[in-house]
């Protein structure tokens, strides 16, 4: 039978073993490049939670500023657990930044920050002019070899004023090669480059503690075990409905996986995988058992939370349905 999940259309099938392990995702740490956003990585080619996260934080990255970065995480709710990410910092990633910080009306930031930062971001195509460079690099410190989290991040930059102040003394040797920039614009940039590099160290933290919280709310928003949610009782069958961990997420494979991505991470969604199985009344012994995986349910929506979407009471006929049929094939075999 076929049913449509998560905005894509699967095929369902019997479980191979009687109950399948939704194993619980512990100091998962991809290496490498993470692919571009909307891209499955290729970090094992499924579609897996681990990707899921891998992605959404590459995706979150370029958003909040910080692109084309190696991410690495682990999320075990241990010490030392949390998320990093490391590459070089380009103008464009420190324009990115800055808007982000202009535009920032949480309080994190006072109004004469954000217009101080605003002034600057408008001269940093003539900054980048002059000093012919990238902005900084985000390397792990001695102890990401190990843990990856807010702390083991280190924020350089790459290029040092002093040596540009002395390349040009004066507004004459700046206007043989520049137009637009004297001398004193220099020597502001100069003032201020301190001051930038302690916001991007800061912002660097505060990202990666975000994301981190993030990264738990994609775990958390599916089950770890599994979860009865119906049982019916005949002479003698049990019927289970259980929820149990989404370890295969197809939806990642939908166009908008992303919004549906935030959305989980808002807590206006979750993911599910959906199994029904008969029991044998005496010994509980399974004896058939049919899944749909990749649901993602609206919180807001009481009839979806309830039905399911309805694919609740679909599951639940399937499987008596598939049941029958194998129980009559048995009896003609035995025939």
């Avoid at 449509?4 to 740490?29: C, D, E, F």
């Avoid at 985000?138 to 990401?144: L, R």
Wanted: aromatic fraction near 12%; proline fraction near 3%; glycine fraction near 6%.
């Amino acid at each position: 039978m076929i049913l449509m999940a998560g905005g894509k259309v699967y095929l369902w099938q019997p479980n191979s073993t009687p109950i399948r392990h939704a194993g619980y995702m512990h100091a998962i740490k991809p290496d490498g490049d993470i692919s571009p956003p909307g891209v499955i990585s290729p970090l094992n080619g499924e579609f897996t939670m681990s990707n899921l996260i891998t992605n959404y934080y590459g995706c979150r990255l370029a958003e909040l500023g910080y692109n084309d970065m190696n991410v690495s995480y682990s999320l075990g709710y241990t010490q030392g657990s949390g998320m990093a990410f490391y590459g070089t910092l380009s103008f464009y990633s420190l324009s990115e930044i800055l808007k982000r910080i202009t535009q920032d009306t949480t309080g994190t930031y006072s109004a004469v920050e954000r217009v101080k930062w605003l002034l600057f971001l408008k001269q940093i195509p003539l900054i980048e002019a002059i000093t012919n460079s990238f902005v900084g690099e985000i390397t792990g410190n001695s102890f990401s070899h190990q843990y990856s989290h807010y702390n083991t991040m280190n924020y350089d930059d790459s290029f040092y004023w002093e040596d540009i102040l002395n390349d040009y003394p004066d507004d004459a040797s700046i206007a043989e090669h520049y137009t637009g920039i004297t001398r004193k614009m220099l020597e502001e940039w100069s003032s201020k480059w301190t001051e930038l590099n302690q916001l991007i160290s800061d912002d660097i933290v505060t990202t990666s503690q975000l994301l981190e919280k993030e990264g738990y709310a994609l775990i958390e928003a599916t089950p770890h075990e599994r979860t009865v949610i119906m049982e019916k009782r005949t002479k003698d069958l049990v019927i289970r409905i259980y929820e149990e961990q989404d370890e295969e997420v197809y939806w990642l494979d939908d166009d908008d996986w992303e919004s549906t991505a935030k959305a989980i991470v808002a807590g206006k969604s979750r993911y599910i995988d959906l199994v029904a199985t008969i029991c044998d009344i005496d010994t509980d012994d399974i004896l058939y058992s049919e899944s749909i995986g990749g649901l993602v349910i609206d919180v807001d929506d009481h009839r979806k939370i309830e039905s399911y979407a309805g694919y609740r009471r679909e599951l639940v006929k399937e499987v008596i349905a598939q049941y029958r049929k194998n129980s009559e094939s048995l009896i003609k075999a035995a025939a």
